[in-house]
């Protein structure tokens, strides 16, 4: 299977209306399920995408290309992957890549999670590159060797 995934417009929208509304809702101060709260909280820690969230439309619809630097809703959406991750502890290697690198290492939370997120975008990328499933053993390997260096 060599197929690259590629989502409709339709299911891009949907995603990033769960994005929209969910820090409509957290400026409007109204209540928020957990999704939301987590969502929310990875918005708040990149203002510079804040301005991408002034105009709905732009924002549903809007390409980024390769050499804008990175999709900022793949950004957030990475984010808030690596917050799942830490809160269930799994992959557990995650868990303690996170933990290593802010309690042994003092770099910040933040700081912390853009090192990790660079793995997990890098895994993702080699996997649909080759058309398979993203390498769990490769994820786990990088994020011990994170913690070495």
């Known amino acids: ?3 690259h995934y590629s989502p409709s ?18 400026q409007a101060d109204l209540p928020l399920n957990a999704l939301e709260v987590r969502i929310a909280r990875v918005i708040r820690m990149h ?9 709905m439309e732009d ?3 809007r390409d980024f290309q390769m050499d804008d630097g990175m999709n900022p809703y793949l950004h957030l959406s990475l984010h808030l992957a690596l917050e799942e991750q830490a809160a269930t502890k799994q992959p557990p290697e995650m868990a303690q890549a996170l933990i290593q690198m802010v309690s ?5 939370r933040h700081d912390a999670l853009h090192k990790i997120l660079e793995v997990l ?10 058309g398979q499933e993203p390498n769990h053993q490769a994820y786990a ?9």
């Open 47 to 55: 203002p510079e995408y804040h301005p991408y969230f002034e105009d």
């Open 104 to 108: 042994v290492k003092k770099m910040n």
């Open 59 to 61: 924002f549903l619809e």
């Open 1 to 3: 299977m060599n197929e």
């Open 121 to 130: 975008a890098e895994v993702i990328h080699q996997s649909q590159r080759l």
């Open 141 to 149: 390997s990088q994020l011990k060797e994170l913690t070495r260096t």
């Open 9 to 26: 417009r339709e299911t891009l929208r949907a995603h990033r209306q769960i994005f929209w509304d969910a820090w409509q809702k957290a």
